[in-house]
């Protein structure tokens, strides 16, 4: 229940006022103090909303939510407003302006909505309009139609930053108390808050998470559990292959799902062979309500940017849906001599029928960057990192690359029966690189490094399909959610890789700026450099007894990798083709011995195509064989009512791979153990949490000749920690503020140990004001990332380094129309 109340209106829980020694105070009023988060009443008989004709009040509302609506409006007439967040979700109001009885204020702010107001012991509550004058309200009844079910997303939990639950691919959708798993969904809400303009903005927000390549480099890598999920496995509605290769924006994504840990079961083998965990990404679809929403941005040094946000839905029951978003940003970034231009564009249409529901996405971006940042790779002379220098500072210091990505996204469900569901889905991805650019070798400990440059074309072609039935019945006393599935991911990868040009000699803490090499007059022949074709078929059952207090998943899914060999540069066929067939399984339960506690636990593989040495590398090209990835994990996860907790335990199991001395390799194997903590949601009302903590130690074993055995593995923090608060400022109505704290511990950087990057933290804050200019609602916002300018290393489990990205002010200025 979401109350609105005066300071006045009801004494601190705490006090003795509250509790009745120093005067009587009414049970309604007592409620909402009592337990954060409570839920409505029903079934209790309201007497009509009849509120004297006070005298006439002066109300300035800003249009724009409902619910922020009604609290403004509460705390204006420091009266107890309860409402269920439930009926008020996606509803909006054109605000008060003028003179009003709080009788006409309260009817005119529910106004073109299906909710009325009656009172009770004085308390006034929000519900459901009456079909009739009748005095007695009954418990509202909720059907869930097949129409519902094609976009009926989880709600948002209390404060909006994250789902109450999430998609789990073969599963299904679960609420967040019913996953096996840690699992957190941030909301399209979140990144808007923060400006996200790409996943990296958003997902620091989570303490397991953590970028694992330069913000402005060619491509977007992210670290899970300490273990690498690269930009090209990001799944769109749980299909692999289709997301953008090489970074992904955040202007038409509704929903951000990170599933924390191995999870072959439940979408099948990511094409890059990610095993850290699964981020799935769920584009936006046009809602019951016309929007037309425009944002202007500016990023510094000097990007200004533009975003058009639109859709409408047609039909006799608004059965068919339209959604654009596009978005341009350019400019100078504040990296030096670092020009940027970003392009997006998405279009999502859909039909709800009763029985029948259809998707269809067209996605496209292209990003330009003039002096493109690269990543450092470790020489065998130096015996001490060198400090992390102006992170200002360009590197290699010359270079462009120029990205195009275009997916199309095709699918539908149908209700056989309202038991028994079939789905199906066809995807495809052309991304296409022109880059030249040379990753730079650190070869003393003052910070020289040498660099040479390349000039690269790569192509990327995907095909994505799935199909599957799911059915839910009952034997005996016991329910079942059954789940059958198939998928089918080809890609095929193309390129041309040019290395004629000289090195170039520089120093980290005073480089050497050059012009990025001339490619006039040099033939270019792209060729076939891979290609994977993973095919599954999976089946799962959730087995649920005594009401759903005990859920047991147990699945398998069969997996075939077929992986050619291409001679890297010719593209000619160069030896035995790969073509094996893996099963992996899932045991996962969940047990709720109250209502608002869920222990959990899982065994889960994970299964990976086998690791190509990658382009730069003395050995680029060599393929190495396919592997799995084994994860133990058990946890708590407790919903408070208004926030919620999950605490895990994990283990994971999986070969090692990393370069070194420019030579990548797979030798040994990687243990990673940790504990998570995860927090988010409302502390107290209009005070928002979001984040956690991650102990991680890894330790390698089997290593060639028992050398690194016992070490720790490169890129694996011990401690990861985030911090995030967003507060409304009760004195200045639509006024947040919010602040961040992002904590990395140190990192070794090569297998032996004896190199390490310091700790860092960061820290970022940020405001927002919600107000209305001539009818229109607006948003201004304002943050700060890396407030401090704190200079750092970031690295990654491949063994490159890069340097964090500098002190950013972000501005904007967003329009409902």
Not at 150 to 176: I, M, N, T
Not at 718 to 724: D, K
Not at 729 to 754: E, I
């Amino acid at each position: 229940m979401s109350n609105a109340v005066t300071a006045r209106s009801l004494p601190s829980p705490l006090s003795a006022d509250a509790w009745g020694f120093k005067r009587k105070l009414s049970i309604a009023a007592l409620l909402p103090s009592l337990y954060l988060g409570s839920s409505l009443i029903t079934a209790l008989v309201y007497s009509p909303l009849s509120i004297a004709d006070e005298a006439n009040q002066t109300f300035q509302i800003p249009a724009g939510n409902l619910e922020d609506a009604l609290n403004a409006f509460a705390k204006k007439n420091g009266m107890t407003l309860s409402f269920d967040p439930a009926l008020v979700k996606g509803k909006t109001s054109a605000g008060l302006s003028g003179t009003y009885t709080r009788d006409q204020a309260i009817k005119q702010m529910l106004k073109d909505t299906d909710l009325e107001a009656v009172t009770h012991d004085g308390a006034t509550v929000i519900q459901r309009r009456s079909p009739s004058s009748a005095v007695e309200t009954l418990p509202e009844v909720s059907v869930v139609s097949g129409a519902e079910k094609s976009d009926a997303l989880p709600r948002a939990y209390a404060g909006g930053q994250v789902a109450k639950g999430g998609s789990l691919g073969l599963l299904g959708s679960k609420g967040f108390m019913d996953t096996p798993f840690n699992q957190t969904s941030y909301t399209s809400q979140s990144a808007e808050d923060v400006q996200a303009r790409s996943l990296s903005d958003l997902l620091i927000a989570d303490p397991s998470v953590r970028l694992s390549s330069a913000r402005n480099n060619i491509n977007e890598d992210f670290s899970i559990r300490g273990l690498t999920v690269a930009g090209q496995d990001i799944a769109i509605n749980g299909m692999y292959g289709l997301s953008p290769f090489y970074r992904t924006p955040v202007e038409f994504i509704e929903r951000v799902e990170v599933l924390k840990g191995p999870s072959a079961l439940l979408n099948g083998m990511t094409p890059g062979g990610n095993v850290g965990g699964n981020i799935n990404i769920i584009p936006k679809r046009a809602g019951d309500d016309p929007l037309t929403r425009v944002t202007a941005s500016y990023l510094s040094d000097a990007i200004f940017g533009t975003h058009v946000d639109v859709s409408r839905r047609f039909g006799e029951n608004k059965e068919f849906g339209i959604r654009f978003n596009g978005a341009y940003r350019e400019g100078d970034a504040r990296i030096d001599h670092q020009d940027l231009e970003d392009t997006v564009g998405s279009l999502a249409l859909d039909y709800r029928g009763e029985k029948l529901r259809v998707t269809f996405d067209h996605i496209q971006q292209q990003q330009n960057i003039d002096a493109v940042t690269r990543q450092f790779t470790v020489g065998s002379l130096l015996t001490v990192m060198p400090s992390a220098p102006d992170n200002k500072l360009n590197y290699p210091g010359y270079g462009h690359s120029k990205m195009k990505d275009k997916s199309q996204i095709l699918r539908a469900e149908y209700d056989l029966t309202d038991q028994v569901t079939v789905y199906g889905g066809y995807g495809t991805r052309k991304s296409e690189m022109d880059a030249i650019a040379g990753n730079p070798v650190l070869t003393s400990n003052n910070g020289n490094f040498t660099s040479s440059p390349a000039w690269q074309l790569f192509h990327i072609e995907s095909r994505s399909i799935e199909a599957g039935v799911k059915a839910r019945f009952n034997t005996g006393n016991v329910g079942h959610s059954l789940s059958l599935g198939s998928t089918r991911v080809v890609q095929d990868q193309f390129i041309f890789f040019d290395t004629a040009f000289s090195g170039r000699n520089s120093n980290i803490y005073s480089p050497v700026y050059s012009d990025t090499p001339s490619t006039d007059g040099i033939d270019t022949n792209i060729t076939k450099y891979a290609s994977t074709t993973l095919t599954s078929y999976a089946l799962a059952d959730t087995l649920s007894f005594l009401d759903d207090r005990i859920q047991l998943t147990l699945g398998l899914r069969h997996q075939n990798v077929y992986t050619p060999s291409y001679q890297f540069g010719t593209g000619a066929r160069n030896g035995p083709s790969y073509d094996e067939s893996v099963v992996t399984p899932l045991a996962g339960i969940v047990i709720k011995p109250w209502e608002n506690i869920s222990l959990y636990a899982n065994y889960i593989q994970g299964l990976s195509p086998g690791q190509r040495a990658p382009v730069g590398t003395s050995n680029a090209g060599e393929i190495f064989s396919p592997y799995k990835t084994r994860q133990k994990e058990a946890g708590v996860k407790v919903d408070w009512g208004k926030i919620a907790t999950t605490v895990s335990l994990f283990e994971i199991e999986r070969p090692l791979s990393y370069t070194f001395n420019n030579t990548f390799s797979v030798d040994g194997e990687q243990k990673n153990r940790g504990l998570e903590f995860n927090v988010f949601g409302e502390i107290v009302d209009h005070v928002r949490l979001l984040g956690g903590m991650a102990i991680t130690r890894s330790r390698l074993d089997n290593t060639a000749g028992g050398t690194n055995d016992g070490n720790e593995a490169i890129a694996v923090p011990r401690v990861q920690a985030n911090l995030g608060a967003d507060w409304d400022v009760l004195a200045v109505q639509g006024l947040s503020l919010n602040a961040r704290t992002v904590y990395t511990s140190k990192q070794y950087v090569d297998s032996a140990n004896n190199l390490d990057i310091d700790a860092w933290t960061r820290f970022d804050i940020g405001a927002r004001y919600k107000t209305v200019l001539q009818d229109k609602p607006v948003t201004l916002r304002a943050n700060i990332e890396n407030l401090f300018d704190k200079r750092y290393w970031g690295s990654s489990n491949e063994g490159y380094l890069f340097i964090g990205a500098p002190r950013t002010l972000l501005l904007s200025a967003t329009v409902d129309f």
